[in-house]
């Protein structure tokens, strides 16, 4: 059973930094990307960062330069560094993971809060 477990979320002040971890299974992180995505309260679900398994990441607009993407494949375990935050940072961050074997597959995590509020 393929898993992805979020932590680090919390209660962050305007302006400080907050780190999101994902482990995922090892049957699937290797030959996955991977990605952090959000949804705050009435609004769709949105992407915040992708990284590929050779490491090339993509960002959303609105965290380029704040945000940070990485994966650790020793340890199966993706992390969003997250700096500079605001309030519009509020919501519940998922870790996804997709792969391409015979066909698409798409994994997501339970999900973690982040809010940022003084």
């Known amino acids: 059973q393929v898993q992805l477990v979020e932590s680090g979320g919390g209660l962050v002040q305007p302006g400080g930094s907050l780190r999101l971890s994902c482990a995922a299974s090892?049957?699937?992180?290797?030959?996955?990307?991977m990605g952090w995505y959000r949804q705050a309260p009435g609004k769709q679900r949105e992407l915040v960062a992708t990284?590929?398994?050779?490491?090339?990441?993509n960002y959303a607009d609105a965290v380029k330069g704040r945000f940070t993407i990485s994966r650790d494949n020793a340890k199966n375990t993706v992390y969003l560094q997250m700096s500079s935050l605001n309030s519009e940072d509020t919501a519940v961050y998922y870790c996804?993971?997709?792969?391409?074997?015979?066909?698409?597959?798409?994994?997501w995590g339970q999900g973690t809060q982040v809010t940022v509020s003084s």
């Open positions: 990284i590929s398994g050779a490491g090339t990441t």
């Open positions: 090892a049957s699937i992180f290797s030959d996955s990307a």
């Open positions: 996804n993971a997709r792969r391409l074997k015979g066909r698409l597959e798409i994994y």
